[in-house]
């Protein structure tokens, strides 16, 4: 039986080794990397493809949840958080996490959590899971929504171009005005999209559909059921040996081309 492959984040070296310690009591499972900081763990994850990842929130410059924005969908390992956060917050964590674990940790409550993710692993549940990450991102940071108004009255105005040079998204009482140039790619869940620009991600309540309407596509293609790549982004191509493909883009993420798109590829190689 093959071993559950885990990457431990935490931005204090004590964290990490006191749950490495715990989880040698765990045969099935393997710690394949260490992590102190966010981009570490992005990193780890697109080197690694671990099954799961023990995620600290609290954690300087890029924190759990930014770490979740920024990991491709079809990349997204199994999720437990790792965190000490006040009893509010985890009734978010209750609705929508794998599971969570608090700090300081408990020894029996690890052993439920692991057993969860076992159950979770045998199951392969990694869409719904994805879905319940987002949804948990939008609880507890909030969501933004396509400003149609603006898009509308931009129309109206007699500009010529059909596609806009900008996404507005608003956000409460304020509209973000994202370039669409600086869109790397966007890959939905549930019912929010996720938005990765030039390194940060927006979180937005609206369809695949509505963004294939709005972007290009002589610039940006679906690449996936749930994933439009932007061409102008992508700088290698590498098979896999089921029929799919591998893209890397110029920011080092790593995206699924599945084989139900395969007719895209002379689209992607004739992009410059």
Known sequence: MSKIRAIIVDDEPLARRGLELRLRAFEDFEIVAHCANGREAIEAVAAQAPDLMFLDIEMPGIDGFEVLRRIPQTSMPMVVFVTAFDRYAIDAFD????????????????????????????????VKHREQLVALLATVTGAGQLDADELLARGAAGIPRRFPEFLPIRLGRETVRLPVASIEWVDAAGDYM???????THVVRATMKQFEERLDPDDFQRIHRSTIVNLRRIRKLKPHTNGEYFLTLDGGHELKLSRSYRDRLERILGKG
Do not use: I, N, W
Not at 194 to 200: F, L, N, P, T
């Open 95 to 126: 609705a929508h996490a794998l599971d969570y674990l608090l700090k300081p940790l408990v020894d029996e409550r690890l052993e439920r959590t692991m057993a969860h993710v076992r159950e979770q692993f045998a199951q392969r549940r990694s």
């Open 194 to 200: 996720c938005v990765h620009a030039d390194g940060r």
